[in-house]
């Protein structure tokens, strides 16, 4: 990998992470959960929290979209979504459910700090971000969309917040 620049394995590990993580809400595609922690490894998010029926590693099906970013990406397994919430907001994350509802705040609307760490809640494929995990956010960001579905795949939805985000940050470092 070195003629791409990529680190190893070991060299990521040691790398100091960026300042948000995603939580998974009963995510119910084990492909889905696969494709966010190859997000995550990529824009070196600082773990994935997998909450209710939401699948965990190791399994085949998580493994063939993560492609090794279990490995790689630092995760952990709540049965209560309200639970994880609740001690992220102890540990001083700034709580952003990313879906559809009212009062949402459009991704461009959004400046995140530097100094502020953030948890990005990806709901349920079906039902979206739980009515309780909903009760315990600090904003609802909402992915402007133009077509005719007005939903977006979680992996996806994952990947544009997460690079909104990274590019907020290396733009405040130039």
């Not at 190859?38 to 824009?43: E, I, N, Q």
Request: aromatic letters at 10%; proline letters at 2%; one cysteine or more.
């Amino acid at each position: 990998m070195s003629e791409l620049n990529r680190l190893s394995e070991e060299a990521f590990s040691q790398e100091t992470k960026l300042s948000f993580v995603f939580v998974l809400d009963s995510i119910r595609s084990l492909n889905n959960v696969g494709s966010v922690f190859r997000t995550a490894d990529s824009f070196n998010a600082a773990h994935i929290y997998l909450c209710g029926v939401t699948g965990t590693p190791p399994h085949r099906d998580i493994n063939k979209t993560a492609l090794g970013a279990t490995d790689t990406v630092a995760w952990s397994h709540f049965p209560s979504i309200e639970n994880c919430l609740k001690q992220l907001k102890s540990e001083g994350y700034f709580l952003y459910a990313i879906e559809q509802t009212h009062g949402s705040i459009e991704l461009h609307q959004i400046h995140f700090e530097s100094d502020q760490k953030y948890a990005f809640i990806m709901g349920n494929e079906v039902s979206g971000v739980s009515d309780e995990a909903l009760q315990l956010v600090d904003g609802v960001i909402e992915i402007p969309q133009f077509g005719t579905k007005h939903s977006l795949n979680v992996s996806v939805s994952a990947g544009i917040i997460a690079w909104h985000y990274v590019n907020q940050m290396l733009v405040e470092s130039r």
